[in-house]
């Protein structure tokens, strides 16, 4: 069996990119059983990662919409 993948993403698209495909593979239903295991714990820290990373955004965009422009702390 392959080794999940637990290094953080490069980028919310790099992110993004291995949810799809993962989702794509589980809902095949070809995966084993175990796979299914990992592949759901993979998924959910890819998701928090990519909610992470919206959040950010999102607070820079309140930041720019209120008048003030202050560095980004996001990567």
Known sequence: MAKP?????ASYEAALEELEQLVA??????MPLEQ????YQRG???????????QAVQEQI????AGTVQAWAGE
């Not at 299914?36 to 592949?39: A, F, K, P, V, Y």
């Not at 959910?44 to 919206?54: D, S």
């Open 5 to 9: 993948k637990t290094a953080e993403p």
């Open 25 to 30: 593979r589980i809902e095949s239903g070809q």
């Open 36 to 39: 299914l295991l990992t592949g």
């Open 44 to 54: 959910a820290v890819l998701l928090a990662f990519c909610r992470e990373r919206l």
């Open 62 to 65: 309140k930041v720019l919409d």
